[in-house]
């Protein structure tokens, strides 16, 4: 997925276990932007194992990490 395609507040699927788990976009972070440190562009998101996100993991993703929920 391409980062213009990333839309806050959507929610996506991790390629590598498309059928586990739900990732929620928060926030674009360009390279060496913010608490982005890396030489390339993250979302950060937050990863449950639920849709209702009562617990969740802030992590940081690359766009080509991410798929559309089907």
């Given at each position: 997925?391409?980062?213009q ?6 929610l ?34 937050k ?24």
């Open positions: 997925m391409r980062t395609d990333i839309v806050i507040g959507e996506y699927r991790l390629r590598t276990s498309p059928d586990y788990g739900y990732v929620k976009a928060e926030k674009v972070l360009k390279r060496k932007e913010g608490e982005n440190t890396n030489n390339f562009t993250v979302i950060k998101c990863h449950s194992s639920d849709k209702n996100f009562d617990f969740c993991f802030i992590r940081y993703f690359r766009p080509c990490d991410l798929i559309k929920n089907s």
